[in-house]
């Protein structure tokens, strides 16, 4: 019986390998017809997308920007003949998307972001960087475009650029602290969106994903571009301020679907190009033609309904506004010179202590929740004898 028993286990076995060894030729057939190779399925390997990197690595050197030592020709693994596996070695971290890297510019070591896109899937996108890079738009303080430092054209690719553009993060990362730090994050970013529209520009895409900040004042150690909670050898956590201590810059990015219009045309029509947020109500009928300056006053009111008012307590002074901000009739929502005019009434009623009150999470656990309020009221008590004020602002 035992025999049997074995036999068959041993039957099942290698059926389970015979399955496995087929699967794996199936990719590697898919990747040869796909890609001309197979593709190196090690841990930590370099993918597909970012072999494209690597053929341009010395391209880029030698227009000014250097790539991590992961993208050199001549790589060799941190961790090979170590006992480390490659995600304890910042070598092995492997990027998000594949149009996206860092690099330092060398010229003075400042951490920039490249961004690598084809001219006929996106023919705006540099066009309109570079018109927010124009004096005297690029000197105003209301501008929040992500600048973009340089364009340039890939050698043997004439349909390729890269923009280069300052190494930002996630503009909600670390969290917020104090209401106040949202309340000057809300302001910056619809002074960036009216600005825009000020110059007859829609973003059309202005979702949160699209919110990054300039945290260089920020972090008091770099951190790393993939592992944004460490520091850029990953060795240790990244240590960093409050806001209300180190005021960022918050921008508007990826002008990818933007468009900029003619300032006769105040009601721009056109069919809607659906972004990331797929709630907009003007994307259940795709075929109607909409003006897509109201569109974005949606967007920018539902990351604050999501983001906010529906994750945190202590927002209900923006309900109002938000309300009418995502209705779904585009002609019922104000404007952003309204959205700005309405905000700048609401800012203004809110006193010292709301401002200095603790960013809470509606999920936070009570208990822990006392313990995190005796922490962020002695930090902010001196704070307060700092003089820092309860509306923290970026200088100039």
């Excluded at 890297?101 to 899937?121: C, M, N, P, Q, W």
């Excluded at 960022?248 to 002008?255: G, Q, S, V």
Aim: net charge neutral.
């Amino acid at each position: 019986m035992f025999t049997g028993i074995k036999r068959r286990n041993a039957e099942k076995k290698a059926k389970k390998l015979a399955e496995a060894k087929e699967r794996k030729a199936d990719i590697a057939r898919r990747q040869l017809k796909t890609f001309g190779k197979v593709l190196d399925t090690t841990p930590g390997a370099r993918g597909e997308g970012e072999l494209w990197w690597v053929k341009h690595y010395q391209w880029l050197k030698d227009c000014g920007y250097l790539l991590r030592t992961r993208y050199a020709p001549d790589w060799v693994p941190s961790w090979v003949g170590t006992n480390k596996t490659s995600q304890q070695c910042e070598d092995g971290e492997v990027p998000w998307v594949s149009h996206l890297l860092d690099a330092t510019r060398i010229s003075d070591g400042a951490f920039v972001i490249l961004k690598s896109l084809k001219k006929s899937r996106h023919p705006y996108e540099a066009e309109i960087g570079e018109f927010f890079m124009t004096e005297p738009l690029a000197s105003d303080p209301a501008n929040h475009c992500v600048p973009i430092y340089e364009v340039l054209s890939v050698p043997e690719d004439d349909d390729r650029i890269i923009l280069v553009m300052p190494f930002l993060r996630p503009y909600n990362d670390p969290d917020f602290d104090t209401i106040g730090e949202v309340v000057d994050c809300v302001r910056q970013l619809f002074e960036g969106l009216q600005f825009m529209h000020l110059h007859h520009v829609a973003h059309r895409d202005c979702m949160n994903l699209n919110i990054l900040m300039d945290a260089t004042s920020l972090y008091i150690d770099p951190f790393h571009p993939f592992r944004l909670r460490r520091t850029r050898d990953l060795r240790s956590d990244a240590r960093h301020f409050t806001r209300t201590q180190r005021p960022p810059k918050y921008y508007l990015i990826d002008f990818g679907i933007s468009r900029r219009y003619r300032p006769s045309d105040s009601n721009p029509l056109e069919l809607p190009i659906l972004g990331g947020d797929k709630t907009v109500p003007e994307f259940r009928d795709p075929s109607e033609p909409r003006n897509p300056f109201p569109t974005d006053v949606y967007y920018i009111g539902n990351v604050l309904r999501e983001d906010f008012i529906q994750q945190k307590v202590g927002f209900k002074f923006l309900e109002a506004l938000v309300a009418d901000m995502v209705q779904d009739d585009p002609s019922e929502r104000p404007t952003m010179d309204e959205v700005v005019a309405r905000f700048d009434i609401i800012r203004k009623g809110l006193s010292s202590w709301k401002l200095r009150s603790r960013v809470v999470d509606k999920q936070e656990n009570a208990v822990s929740g006392l313990f995190r309020d005796a922490g962020h009221w002695i930090r902010h008590l001196i704070s307060m004898a700092k003089g820092e004020p309860p509306f923290p602002t970026p200088s100039a």
